[in-house]
């Protein structure tokens, strides 16, 4: 996805562990080296039980803040599928797959899906215990 929006560089990540009350957790950053003024440099977090979920963590934000932030870049390629949720929406929008023929493009889309609504319900439960 990177390469389409013409970010030139590798991802960078970069992890730390630390303890949530008893639980040994990662902390995840994604960085993507932008290099010119049209894109800038990026940055996404995550957090996970290891260091590869907390990786998954972070580019899922990253893939859904890149589809929507370069969706006319994005539209006409296998992206088209990636969810995208504008700013301030507690949900992505997910395009429909049901015409489309590429396997491959439709469970992209179907795991961004589930992860969307995975991470959605997490941030929900974390608000929710922060409150009480």
């Avoid at 990540?13 to 010119?36: D, N, Q, T």
């Avoid at 996970?48 to 907390?54: C, K, N, P, T």
């Avoid at 949720?85 to 395009?95: A, D, I, L, Y």
């Avoid at 015409?99 to 974390?126: C, F, G, K, W």
Wanted: charged letters at 30%.
């Amino acid at each position: 996805m990177i390469r389409k929006i013409s970010y030139n560089s590798q991802p960078e990540f970069e992890g730390s562990e630390f303890l949530k009350g008893k639980e040994h957790r990662w902390r995840v950053a994604v960085m993507i080296p932008g290099g010119r003024t049209d894109l800038p440099t990026m940055e996404y977090k995550g957090e996970g039980v290891d260091f590869r979920v907390a990786v998954q963590v972070a580019s899922f934000w990253a893939l859904l803040d890149l589809r929507h932030t370069h969706d006319k870049k994005l539209r006409n390629t296998v992206f088209r599928c990636h969810p995208s949720r504008p700013e301030g929406e507690p949900f992505s929008t997910f395009h429909d797959t049901e015409q489309e023929e590429d396997t491959t493009i439709i469970h992209m889309a179907r795991m961004m899906e589930s992860m969307d609504d995975v991470y959605t319900l997490q941030e929900h439960e974390s608000r929710r215990e922060a409150l009480a």
